[in-house]
T-cell receptor
């Protein structure tokens, strides 16, 4: 079963800073997910990527399948980016049919 | 709004009560999932339903009983829970579990407190 590790667990930064959150996993996968969880619990899918890089607004996600590593970057960070960011990968290699396994999350606080 | 709706959003129940959590999606997805998020712990998979058939039971105690009457609805029936079962319960769905790289959509969760 896949093991997902995230770092850092907690991150506090000033508005405008460039943010990087890292994720590594143990089992080769076809795609990895980055999720955002706001206070109150709801989870939003930010990215699902299987290779290279994806960009959405100020968010950029990269993945290196060979090294089993992914990063989430936030450019020009803003207080509204404060949330828990969670990396998730298929529990077993081959796809998501058996559900996802999750990292512990990175609690990000952006101070004005 | 992700297209996955969970009710209720908050639930307080006694250890002898029976209650049910509901999840609904009208995204045309064929797979639905229950996840549990306890304090200070990562999300844990509980159950997976593919095309209304349960395909995964991640060693969940029998006091949690899932039901999937159709591909749009998923329930989690709760009875004789323990205080340590207090957690956020999240439902998710995805389009076709047979296709790799399928994106998951999550509900807002039900915050359950067992007293």
């Amino acid at each position: 079963k896949n093991e997902v590790e995230q770092s850092p667990q907690n991150l506090t930064a000033q508005e405008g800073e460039f943010i990087t959150i890292n994720c590594s996993y143990s089992v080769g996968i076809s795609a990895l997910h980055w999720l955002q969880q706001h206070p109150g619990g709801g989870i939003v899918s930010l990215f699902m990527l299987s290779s290279g890089k994806k960009k959405h607004g100020r968010l950029i996600a990269t993945i290196n399948i060979q090294e089993k590593h992914s990063s989430l970057h936030i450019t020009a960070s803003h207080p509204r980016d404060s949330a828990v960011y969670i990396c998730a990968a298929p529990a077993y290699s081959g796809g998501g049919a058996d559900g996802l396994t999750f990292g512990k999350g990175t609690h990000l606080i952006i101070q004005p | 709004e992700t297209g996955v709706t969970q009710t209720p959003r908050h639930l307080v129940m006694g250890m002898t009560n029976k209650k049910s959590l509901k999840c609904e999606q009208h995204l045309g997805h064929n797979a639905m999932y229950w996840y549990k998020q306890s304090a200070k712990k990562p999300l844990e998979l509980m159950f997976v339903y593919n095309f209304k058939e349960q395909t995964e039971n991640n060693s969940v105690p029998s006091r949690f009983s899932p039901e999937c009457p159709n591909s749009s609805h998923l329930f989690l029936h709760l009875h004789t829970l323990q205080p340590e079962d207090s957690a956020l319960y999240l439902c998710a769905s995805s389009q076709d579990p047979r296709v790799v790289n399928t994106e998951a959509f999550f509900g807002q969760g039900t915050r359950l407190t067992v007293v």
